[in-house]
């Protein structure tokens, strides 16, 4: 079984400095690795994933993650947070190749962005 | 527009009643899964389906029912509600395989009294 740890609750910034949301994963198979993100009274998006190839994986909103297999990392980072930012951001796995069903969440973490 | 419906968007149960939380989505995806969301838990899987017809256990099934016979929907049906059941329930569906993205519906927010 795989499991994932978002060791921060919460993260406070402000704007337009840099972020990183941590996230740490067990697995005794290769894993799929995925960030979503949850917007105030909504569903999760989907963010980035990492499935294979270049470990460093990027969103179309500027963040990234990056794979880091000997530290069991998939952390995101972005250089420069906005306003808009602000969310419940998710790490998950899934086992690689596998089905899609099991796709185990880790607790998330709430970015706040301040002025 | 496509995507995964979730109806109802708010629900109040006594104890002891029974409902269906409905969900159905328009992109053909084989894949469904029911997830409950608590605060400082993330999401936990109940049920979920790899196609019509075929249903399995999450982490967290009991109380919980599902089935799936039609490719579109898949509803997750409380029993005798408990107020430990009060969550946010989302839906959420894939094209299929680990290589891709689910796509989640807006969620259901069940209040258990």
């Known amino acids: 079984a795989q499991s994932v740890t978002q060791l921060d609750s919460q993260v406070p910034v402000f704007e337009e400095a840099p972020v990183e949301l941590r996230c740490n994963y067990s697995?005794?198979?290769?894993?799929?690795l995925f960030w979503y993100v949850q917007y105030p009274n909504q569903g999760l998006q989907l963010l980035l994933k990492y499935l294979s190839g270049s470990t460093l994986v990027e969103s179309i909103n500027g963040f990234e993650a990056e794979f880091n297999k000997s530290q069991t990392s998939f952390h995101l980072r972005k250089p420069s947070v906005h306003i808009s930012d602000t969310a419940e951001y998710f790490c998950a796995v899934s086992r690689s190749p596998g089905t899609a069903s099991k796709l185990t969440f880790g607790t998330g973490t709430r970015l706040q962005v301040t002025l | 527009n496509a995507g995964v419906t979730q109806t109802p968007k708010f629900q109040v149960l006594k104890t002891g009643q029974s409902m269906t939380l409905q969900c159905a989505q328009d992109m053909n995806h084989e894949y469904m899964s029911w997830y409950r969301q608590d605060p400082g838990m993330g999401l936990r899987l109940i049920h979920y389906?790899?196609?019509?017809?075929?249903?399995d256990q999450g982490e967290v099934p009991n109380g919980y029912n599902v089935s799936r016979s039609t490719t579109e929907d898949f509803p997750l049906r409380l029993l005798s509600a408990a107020p430990s059941q009060t969550s946010v329930y989302f839906c959420?569906?894939?094209?299929?395989?680990?290589?891709?993205?689910?796509?989640f519906g807006s969620g259901t927010r069940l209040t258990v009294v």
């Open positions: 959420a569906s894939s094209e299929g395989g680990g290589n891709y993205g689910y796509t």
């Open positions: 389906s790899v196609g019509a017809g075929i249903t």
């Open positions: 697995s005794s198979v290769s894993v799929y």
